[in-house]
């Protein structure tokens, strides 16, 4: 069993984490960081199982945690990715209204927009709407030019290339997980499954175990952790070319996703999706995966139930289509009514983490605590990747390390 001493120990190798350690490292490039990741791989969950869009923020409450982020981590992202050639595209979405009814929803989300100085947004009617994508029905979009797609997981790998760079004694321990936090003397501890660390700060970006890191670490993290797994169909090799850009319904605004949608990916490929059903396993990517303890956790919690109350007809609409291609299909053919059931076929999944109130409120925006010497990621949902780089600064600035 191993015993090494660090000056910070980054606990999750996905894109926060690493985007932590990252700016951790430029700002002390004297000091070693370690970064433990439970898999063998970086990015093995949210970070390599999302639809690798690049957000443009125009969602998302004026002043928030996660507009002010997502604008100035937008930024930062595709300035790094120009810098350090990382496979990216900002091709521009259209957030599609196919009846009346959406409107007004539609204009609320562009004044949102506004709001968040989204650069380059204009309103387009249908006509506009052909000339951009041809085979989508609509009768108003958004235009938003800024948007855009990135292999998010050779970004995390370059992050740890610059890290090993500035420090070559900085490590990425794979196949290692947290088992628990210890004091000794003037530096924090952790016992992981190959041996003991010890460190002056911890940060936890631990993902779908979020908050049970925290309890082992022994702070409360005053939120469950509850899974919802997304699935993704793509388009064939001839259907694909009916969407040259990235093309988003407008989103129910009582449901907490934004609505199955089209992406273009940085390969050329289409992927369609992705819908939001409760998950009985944490990281369980397939309609079958199942965990007793993660089932519990999630059942035996009363912000689950309320949750579920409260979405009830949108939640059993949901698990439907995930069962059903026909269905999947049907909601995709809203806004692309040319599409056939030969046209789609499955290709993943992913499981997003959203942390969730005792009385049944979804945590909307990034939660952040501090505890100790620690700092804990307890809610960090789309558009987290995208804004990582940002979320970093916040993170390093809570724990102490940046004014």
């Known amino acids: 069993m191993i015993e090494k001493s660090f000056d910070l120990v980054v606990i999750g190798g996905g894109i926060v984490g690493l985007a932590t350690a990252y700016k951790y490292q430029k700002l002390f490039p004297e000091r070693r960081v370690a970064i433990l990741e439970k898999e063998g791989k970086l990015g093995a969950h949210q970070t390599g199982r999302n639809s690798g869009v690049i957000h443009s923020g125009i969602y998302y409450k004026p002043g928030s945690f996660k507009a002010r982020n997502c604008v100035n981590g937008r930024k930062q992202l595709v300035a790094f990715a120009q810098e350090h050639n990382i496979d990216h595209d900002i091709c521009g979405k259209i957030i599609v209204a196919t009846q009346e009814s959406e409107l007004p929803t539609l204009e609320a989300i562009y004044q949102k927009g506004l709001a968040n100085e989204i650069e380059g947004m204009e309103i387009i009617d249908a006509e506009e709407i052909k000339a951009i994508e041809p085979n989508v029905v609509g009768i108003k979009a958004i235009k938003v030019p800024v948007t855009g797609i990135i ?226 990621v307890l809610n960090a949902p789309s558009p987290a990747a995208t804004a990582c780089l940002a979320i970093a600064d916040e993170i390093l600035s809570l724990a102490g390390f940046i004014d």
């Open 151 to 376: 292999d998010y997981v050779g970004f995390c790998q370059k992050l740890v290339d610059l890290i090993q760079e500035i420090n070559p004694h900085s490590e990425l321990m794979l196949n290692t997980a947290f088992i628990n936090s210890f004091e000794h003397k003037d530096l924090s501890g952790i016992q992981s499954s190959k041996g003991t660390i010890y460190c002056r700060k911890k940060i936890f970006c631990a993902g779908l175990q979020s908050d049970r890191l925290a309890k082992q670490d022994g702070a409360n993290p005053g939120v469950r952790i509850v899974g919802f797994r997304g699935d993704y169909y793509e388009l064939t090799p001839q259907a694909k070319e009916k969407i040259k850009h990235l093309v988003y319904p407008v989103p129910d605004p009582d449901f907490p996703f934004l609505g199955v949608h089209f992406t273009r990916m940085t390969d050329g490929s289409v992927e369609c999706g992705p819908n939001a059903v409760f998950s009985f396993k944490r990281e369980g990517y397939s309609p079958t995966s199942f965990s007793w303890k993660d089932t519990y956790d999630a059942l035996s919690y009363p912000g689950t139930w309320k949750l579920f109350m409260r979405h009830t007809s949108q939640g059993m609409g949901e698990m439907q289509r995930a069962f059903s291609k026909k269905l999947f299909l049907k909601a995709l053919q809203k806004m692309v009514p040319s599409l056939s059931m030969e046209d789609i076929r499955p290709v993943r999944a992913g499981v997003r983490a959203q942390a969730i109130e005792r009385n049944g409120n979804l945590v909307d925006d990034f939660k952040i605590v501090h505890h100790k010497n620690s700092v804990h």
